[in-house]
């Protein structure tokens, strides 16, 4: 059986996506957690493959990028639909859940310039989130409660994941007047490995 | 035969890539080019997957997200390396260099507030395009002059798509002092199917 070691910081971030995926496969991982702040951050940077983490050892040997690292995990646990257009569209979902994310939490949230952060949010409230939370629901509506295909995906899981820093940064659930997303989150959330790591992880807001 | 549209703005941008791997795969496209400030781009984005260029329709329909529909065409003309550790090195390549155009290009060189700009292009130049082209050098170093695997896969077909916009930014050869980087390009463009391509394009500077 493989070994896994996740490396990220001590969020749920980028990191929990993949910690879903591993955690749905059933899969034993190691569930390393950096300071950000700290030297060992600083000193372990540059050795990362592209100065980044989340970064997932697979065997021992290091890879890197959250969206590539979900893909290969989805492919191990059957989680990319059945025919090379539904990956593509798989893809195509939690490549735009990233950008979403990417928005709303390292654009928005973490902008250390009050002024600007008060600018970003008017956007972010009034465009971002209806935007791509409309388009989300839609999605779900019209694949029988999933984001594609009638069955699940990691694109699901990958919506799960970080559906928590979301509801953070909006101040609000996202799914309250989205009855798809909400039905979705509550299957996912159902999953018994799924369910198994929601009651061990770190309790976090982000 | 698969029918292949691709909708991107007239610009390389995110929709060389797409171009360059539809060419390497001999397959004929439809390269729709829309103008960014038209009404007719007002008009579609809402339309759009995600409200955003560029898109491909295979068969009438329409897929979303420059990396996704990368990874789909590679998968069709084998550049996805030969196991799936293999795809996933290439896919992080590729989604690196996804990065290193969006600090390069999207939020430097596009970037329109003059301040802003000139205190971007110091991070730019100083650390961006040394970190990202010595960590491309290595790759292409010890993988025997492509970036990974001692083969042609799409990460290598999505870097020379957009070297041209990289030395634009750059306002140099970014491939000057890389002697293996500058070699992969030259393969790159030396395949046959490429350099029609290259001869017949619209001669842009992104």
Not at 2 to 28: C, D, H, Q, T, W
Request: with cysteine; charged share 25%.
């Amino acid at each position: 059986m493989a070994s896994y070691k996740l490396v990220y910081f001590n969020v749920m971030g980028l990191g929990e996506p993949i910690r879903f995926l591993l955690s749905y496969g059933g899969v034993e991982f190691e569930d390393i957690r950096v300071n950000h702040s700290s030297e060992e951050w600083a000193n372990m940077k540059p050795m990362t493959p592209f100065g980044q983490l989340p970064t997932l050892e697979i065997n021992g040997k290091v890879y890197s990028q959250t969206l590539s690292i979900c893909r290969y995990l989805a492919k191990q646990f059957n989680l990319l639909g059945k025919t090379d257009l539904d990956t593509l569209q798989i893809d195509a979902i939690a490549s735009a859940l990233y950008d979403f994310r990417r928005l709303a939490i390292s654009s928005y949230y973490r902008e250390t310039d009050p002024a600007l952060k008060a600018k970003k949010k008017i956007d972010v409230m009034t465009r971002v989130y209806p935007f791509y939370l409309s388009k989300l629901e839609d999605l779900a509506k019209n694949n029988g409660g999933y984001l594609h295909g009638n069955q699940l995906s990691y694109a699901d899981l990958f919506f799960v994941a970080i559906s928590d820093s979301l509801n953070t940064a909006y101040e609000s659930d996202i799914t309250e007047d989205k009855p798809h997303l909400k039905s979705l989150k509550e299957k996912v959330l159902a999953h018994e490995n799924i369910k198994s790591w929601i009651e061990k992880r770190p309790k976090l807001e982000f």
